[in-house]
């Protein structure tokens, strides 16, 4: 079973007025929606399950345009890829990492498999992504 790796309600524990805390990894990617949105007509639902989890699909496809949050699903998981400073091949499948969102609507990380575990116990994962109407981008920070 994956872990899910969000927001913590409290960030770190306080030492001494300072926040014990240290950035172990930091990836971003950005990602061109029309790029994306050639794949999704070429490929199909289907397909994009390759890359994309049952319920990342779920959410996206449900959208008018889907293209421009699978965009920013993919580039997520690149990002992550790029906080390990290993690349998604050697440390796990595309599909290892899944974004959701938590009860707040704020996405998170969802992180099982081999990708799981590259990550180091107590290891947080913040993200956050974007979108306009070109481009889609997502910065990971990996902290403990």
């Known amino acids: 079973m994956g872990r899910c790796l969000g927001r913590p309600a409290v960030a770190a524990a306080r030492t001494e007025g300072y926040i014990a805390a240290m950035i172990v990894g ?38 008018a345009d889907p293209a421009p949050s699978l965009a920013a699903r993919f580039a997520a998981k690149e990002a992550f890829y790029k906080a390990l400073g290993t690349g998604w091949g050697r440390a796990g499948a595309l599909r290892d990492v899944e974004v959701r969102r938590d009860a707040a609507g704020a996405p998170e990380l969802r992180v099982r498999g081999r990708a799981a575990g590259r990550l180091s116990d107590g290891v947080r994962v913040h993200l956050t992504l974007t979108h306009s109407a070109t481009v889609a981008g997502a910065v990971v920070i990996l902290e403990t």
Request: with cysteine.
């Open 26 to 63: 930091m990836g971003m990617d950005v990602v061109e929606i029309d790029r994306i949105r050639r794949l999704h007509q070429r490929w199909g639902a289907p397909r994009l399950g390759r890359v994309f989890t049952d319920g990342e699909l779920e959410y996206c496809l449900d959208r």
